[in-house]
């Protein structure tokens, strides 16, 4: 399981308790007997099961859930975030279940974790720090690794002076330092310089990635998005046959990958698979996967899974949207995919869901129900935008067969004695500036907007004019989707 790449493994001074080594933060949470714990605010969303999620992700880091415990407060306890009564009444469930931590379904400050661990008696994690150790379970490629240990040591820094507090007691004279006050500045100047480099070294790892995506302009890209098990991995293999991974499991994947799918009624396209998301995802998380989610930032079409059998579907939906929108992808066309709704209660549901997106497409990417629907509904998705065009050029206009070849996908080339014939699939907008310059264009599939279908040709709008007298100003609407 994951490491918290500081040591806090110091000699412990004479006459310690055994509270030191329980909170050692280097300590995976694996195999570990937990206590779930939640503090429900007036705005928060309540569902049956308050710890569905949190049980969950505790199972998935190997933890052994013993019990449950939550209170409902206007606000948190400044001091140990849950009233003293109910710290009291944790105390005596972790004595109760000889509990080795308490998990927390909300983010705690330093100050709060350090109180806590201090009545209770032994070690507390929150949410962040639980999905954290999850990731780093998880993460199989260096770039993964690099994110997690980044957004690790991010967690970290503002906690470092509580895991060096048992060398700090040790007495000095006056002006002089503890070795806790030395090693807690070691430690902070060494992690620092880390979370630079690492930076540094994923920042390169971006701008690789992005001339990577940028390489295959030539194919559209869809992206599988959405919450975590929500069947993404499945689908993908269900489209694609591409072998991977895909268990009952929370972030199970935390690295892209990119298949061919042959799209009926449209051709190959690329589609890709990345990390799911959840509520109140960390941000340094986030931020730490910029890289990891750029095939998500670039692809022309966003498939958005949802687990139509979950009862919490609906929040879990908002909670992508609003993760998108962090990551700037939020106004990206997107198709709605309920999937799983072969299980029980999932039809109902999925009714319900429509109601609210009637775009949506129900599908089970297990058993293959309602796939074929599904790949005509990406494969009009896609067309919505494009336009399939023959255009017509003299054989000597070379730069305008070379912005083609820039800028639309080529299907075939015809030459004949004075013209040839450029075969092409394109985006909507740029066909409309394409055909109100005054080109001899065909439209195979596809609309073009209707401002290009009734204006006057222009042919100086973007592309090199022939002679410098057709200089006119382009009527205001040229190249918008209608």
Not at 194 to 211: C, I
Not at 251 to 273: I, K, Q, Y
Not at 373 to 387: E, P, R, W, Y
């Amino acid at each position: 399981m994951s490491k918290t790449y500081l040591s806090t493994s110091s000699v412990i001074p004479k006459g310690e308790t055994r509270l030191l080594h329980t909170h050692d933060r280097s300590e995976s949470s694996a195999s570990e007997r937990t206590i779930l714990a939640r503090l429900i605010l007036q705005d928060d969303f309540e569902s049956e099961d308050p710890f569905d999620e949190l049980r969950g992700l505790a199972e998935t880091a190997g933890t052994t859930v013993m019990a449950t415990i939550f209170q409902k407060r206007e606000h948190p306890d400044q001091t140990t975030y849950l009233g003293k009564g109910k710290v009291q009444e944790l105390k005596g469930l972790i004595e109760m279940h000889d509990a080795d931590m308490v998990v927390f379904d909300n983010d705690l400050n330093p100050a709060q974790t350090r109180n806590l661990e201090k009545a209770l008696n032994t070690k507390v994690l929150d949410r962040t720090e639980l999905i954290l150790d999850i990731f780093a379970s998880n993460a199989q490629t260096h770039e993964s690794r690099l994110a997690v240990e980044l957004a690790q040591l991010e967690y970290s820094l503002p906690r470092l002076k509580r895991m060096w507090t048992h060398l700090s007691r040790q007495t000095m004279g006056v002006g002089m330092r503890g070795p806790g006050e030395k090693q807690l500045e070691v430690d902070r100047r060494l992690a620092e310089k880390r979370v630079h480099d690492l930076k540094q070294e994923l920042a390169k790892v971006e701008r690789r990635k992005e001339r990577e995506v940028a390489s295959r302009r030539g194919m559209y890209s869809v992206s599988l998005a959405g919450y975590t098990n929500a069947g993404k991995s499945t689908l993908m293999n269900a489209l694609t046959d591409a072998g991977v991974e895909a268990v009952d499991k929370l972030f199970a994947t935390l690295d892209t990958r990119t298949r061919r799918w042959m799209l009926p009624g449209w051709g190959p396209v690329l589609l890709s698979d990345t990390v799911g998301f959840i509520r109140d995802l960390p941000h340094r998380l986030i931020a730490s996967f910029r890289a990891t989610l750029e095939e998500t930032r670039q692809a022309d079409l966003l498939l958005h899974v949802a687990d139509a059998s979950n009862p919490n579907v609906l929040q879990q939906i908002s909670s992508v949207y609003k993760v998108l929108k962090e990551i700037g992808i939020e106004e990206k066309d997107t198709l709605l995919v309920l999937n799983k709704v072969d299980r029980e209660g999932a039809p109902e549901r999925a009714e319900m869901i429509k109601a609210r997106y009637p775009n949506a497409i129900g599908i089970s990417a297990k058993s293959g129900l309602g796939l074929q629907q599904f790949g005509l509904a990406v494969s009009d998705a896609l067309t919505k935008h494009f336009a399939e065009l023959e255009v017509r050029l003299p054989l000597d206009d070379g730069k305008t067969q070379a912005w083609l070849s820039h800028n639309a996908e080529i299907i075939s080339k015809q030459y004949n004695d004075d013209h040839a014939l450029v075969h092409c699939r394109m985006p909507t907008s740029m066909a409309g500036k394409l055909a109100s310059q005054g080109f001899d264009v065909r439209v195979i599939a596809g609309k073009l907007p209707i401002s290009a279908e009734h204006r006057n040709p222009d042919r100086a709008t973007f592309l090199p004019a022939d002679d410098a007298s057709n200089t006119a100003t382009p009527e205001a609407g040229v190249g918008e989707v209608a």
